[in-house]
């Protein structure tokens, strides 16, 4: 049991630390205001990082990663959270389909722009009457020569407006047990008969989009696994949906809280001992959610893959999140509500997605319930 | 960084789960049937009592080891005063006690308690009023510190005519002490450093002492709701007791996590972070306990509020691992004065 870094790790860090305080975008905020900005800034600087060697750390030397344990990754998150630095792209997860499913030429032609940044995902599983109940998807493709033939609707498809390929959950089996007949495809967004619209969520922002299929043609080849392969393929995705990625999550939520503090100390609030306890709590909360996932991290470097007790640090971290934005929102009740910190609104209203996006809480619960606990259905 | 159990650990943990069904009680009926001077014996024998005993300064074990050797002995609720043991062992090697008073503790021939204040949050001074005796069974002294001293000066009280009380836990009485005669200083101050890593080790005992029964106990409940059949069904199948189960493992596995880290803290950082560690993991276990104990009486129905059930067991021996070295109220408040210490040297 041993939770410090070794020699490599820790200079690794500090090598990520003086790369970053050289190269990552200063400003970013001001100089990239509109969300059009903000995508064009994601993929430059995922080049950047690229072109640094930070990106794809535990992914093959073979496929243009760098071959190494999680624990980089987390460092990298860790001081990329450190240094507020823009996010980069948050669904190279994605990319586990086809590394672990996919054929040795779409793994060639897939993975290594990925990582470069040339090719961005988006996840098109979710539809209107597939939400918690995802094996229940309607989308239909049709065998058509050495074409599928692709129609229905995708929902909750995040970043998909500037995407440039989806991977896609499809019903090519009517007749087969609903997580049996469902297979998985990969579509570049900007083709015929697709439609991306944005979904505003309750900040206002268009955080997310649904997608339209009319009659898209999708070659046979970008088929990812057998078909029928489609489920267990998005379940092994979905688990690697955390892990590494949450390090940097942590860092930022502990920035913010700090901010929090600040805030309070100039307000004469800091004395509070309700304040006090409620902030102490709040940093406790993301300390242990911390300390799991590294855990986590830990048994994925000594060889065990993500399961389902994923979803304890996935409910610690909504927690975390929840448990910052309210306490934000708490002490800066006033000002949000008459319209003077905007800002804090936005913040306690997109914490609520984070029970919802990526499996709600309570599907969380279910997936403890069952495949953890062993408790019947 | 590998923060998973080495295999050695890991067999650690398993000789003592081995060890610890041998003790496993499971209603208040069978607390009288542990023979539990011959458990203490096999704990000498197995090495336990002595696992703090330094070879060169260094402990033969590290604070996480031994909580991975009392976790399962708690999980069997068995009946023993093995961390008030370990701690006063770990003072007294701290305090740099003579070799044979530390022998005759690891091999089982002498016992000694320790003397906390009456809100349990920490040692007592000597001269404390309603001070309590805390794993004082078949000891014929207690620790406490000498007052005024400035420092941590261990000191060794006798325990003639302590009262027995009448508190929540049934597995580890606890006693008022008596002030009498024969107050002995033992060893040197301790260092403040030195202190707070003890301090720090406490704490990390306590929670794993919590860990260690709910963990048991959501394993059982969770085994009752699987086989309870209510509308011809098991109870377990319905969502509301699962979200419940899965409520108290979030909870647990949190709670776990954090002592780990904070038992690995103990030999492995700075006092300071070893005690901020250990702020960090009772202020999420001592809450997660409540709830938790809680709910697994809840998960049994009617049989779970009925005295003959071992659920209340549980829940009352989180009630004091809970407040055993400060409750979440204490820790909140010192993890508080510590990042305003932090922000203001900033």
Redesign the interface.
């Known amino acids: ?6 020699a490599e ?1 820790a200079a690794f860090r500090m090598g990520v630390r003086a790369w970053l305080a050289e190269n990552a975008p200063k400003d970013w905020r001001a100089r990239y205001p509109t969300e059009d900005d903000l995508a064009r800034l994601h993929r430059e600087w995922q080049r950047t990082l690229y072109d640094g060697g930070y990106v794809g750390l535990s992914w093959p030397v073979d496929y243009g990663g760098r071959g190494l344990s999680a ?1 980089y990754e987390a460092i990298l998150n860790d001081e990329l959270g450190k240094a507020d630095t823009p996010r980069i792209s948050f669904h190279n997860y994605l990319g586990r389909a086809i590394f672990t499913y996919g054929t040795e030429a779409q793994k060639q032609r897939f993975l290594p722009p990925m990582l470069r940044g040339e090719i961005q995902w988006c996840q098109g599983f979710s539809e209107p009457g597939a939400g918690s109940d995802l094996a229940s998807l309607r989308t239909s493709a049709v065998l058509d020569g050495d074409h599928y033939v692709v129609n229905g609707q995708k929902m909750w498809t995040s970043g998909a407006q500037h995407a440039d390929w989806c991977i896609l959950l499809v019903r090519t089996d009517r007749d087969a047990p609903k997580h049996k007949g469902i297979t998985c495809l990969l579509a570049p967004v900007n083709q015929p008969g697709i439609t991306v619209r944005p979904i505003h969520i309750s900040d206002g922002s268009p955080e997310t989009c649904e997608m339209f299929f009319d009659d898209v043609r999708v070659p046979v080849t970008q088929r990812i696994g057998d078909p029928g392969a489609g489920w267990r393929i998005a379940m092994t995705v979905l688990a690697f949906e955390r892990g590494p990625a949450d390090v940097g999550l942590i860092a930022t939520f502990q920035t913010a809280l ?1 901010k929090l ?2 805030y309070a ?1 100039e307000r004469a609030i ?1 004395r509070d001992p309700q304040i ?2 409620a ?3 709040t ?3 993301g ?3 911390r ?2 996932v ?2 986590q ?3 994925r ?2 060889g065990r893959p993500p399961g389902p ?1 994923g979803s ?1 640090a996935r ?2 971290l909504t927690q975390a999140e929840q448990a910052l934005r309210s306490l934000e929102f708490r002490l800066r009740a006033a000002d949000a509500v008459s319209g003077r910190a905007p800002d804090v609104l936005a913040n306690y209203l997109r914490s609520r997605t984070i029970s919802i996006f990526g499996g709600t809480s ?1 599907i ?3 997936i ?3 495949q ?6 | 960084m590998r923060a998973v159990p080495t295999p050695d650990q890991e067999m650690l943990r398993e000789t003592m789960a081995r060890f610890a069904a041998t003790l496993a009680v499971n209603s208040p009926a069978e607390l009288a049937k542990i023979d539990r001077d011959a458990a203490w014996r096999d704990l000498a024998g197995l090495g336990v009592l002595g696992m703090r005993a330094r070879d060169g300064g260094v402990p033969a074990a590290s604070a996480y080891e031994v909580t991975l050797a009392i976790e399962p002995l708690a999980g069997a609720l068995a009946p023993l005063p093995l961390t008030g043991a370990l701690l006063a062992y770990e003072l007294l090697a701290l305090a740099g006690a003579d070799a044979a008073l530390l022998a005759d503790l690891a091999e089982g021939r002498r016992r000694i308690g320790l003397l906390l204040a009456p809100d349990l949050a920490g040692l007592a001074d000597a001269d404390a009023p309603g001070a309590v005796i805390f794993d004082g069974e078949g000891a014929d002294s207690v620790l406490a510190l000498a007052p005024g001293n400035g420092g941590a000066q261990p000191v060794i009280l006798a325990v003639e005519g302590a009262a027995a009380m009448e508190g929540a836990d049934l597995t580890r009485p606890l006693a008022v002490w008596r002030p009498g005669a024969g107050a002995k200083l033992v060893g040197a101050p301790l260092a403040a450093d030195a202190f707070a890593r003890w301090a720090a080790f406490a704490v990390a005992l306590a929670c794993a002492d919590l860990v260690g029964v709910l963990r048991d106990g959501l394993a059982h409940a969770v085994d009752y709701a699987k086989t309870r059949i209510q509308y011809d069904v098991p109870i377990g199948s319905f969502q509301a007791v699962q979200h419940m189960c899965a409520d108290m493992l979030v909870r647990i596995e949190g709670a776990a996590s954090a002592t780990r880290y904070a038992a690995w803290a103990v030999d492995a950082l700075p006092a300071a972070d070893a005690l901020a560690a250990a702020h960090v993991a009772k202020s999420w276990c001592a809450p997660a306990g409540e709830a938790a104990g809680e709910m697994l009486m809840q998960v049994y129905g009617g049989i779970g509020q009925t005295w003959e059930h071992v659920a209340h067991l549980r829940a009352r021996r989180v009630m004091l691992d809970r407040l055993l070295f400060g409750d979440e109220t204490h820790h909140l408040n010192a993890i508080a004065d510590n990042r305003d210490a932090v922000r203001k040297a900033a």
């Not at chain 1, 049991?1 to 070794?6: H, Q, R, S």
């Not at chain 1, 953890?372 to 259905?377: I, K, M, N, S």
């Open positions: 049991m041993d939770y410090l870094e070794n790790e624990t700090a503090e600040t100390e800091d006090r306890q902030i102490a709590r940093y406790v909360i300390e242990v959610l300390l799991n590294v855990e991290l830990s048994l470097n000594a007790d304890v409910l610690l309570e969380q619960k279910n403890l319930a069952g953890v606990l062993g408790l019947p259905r």
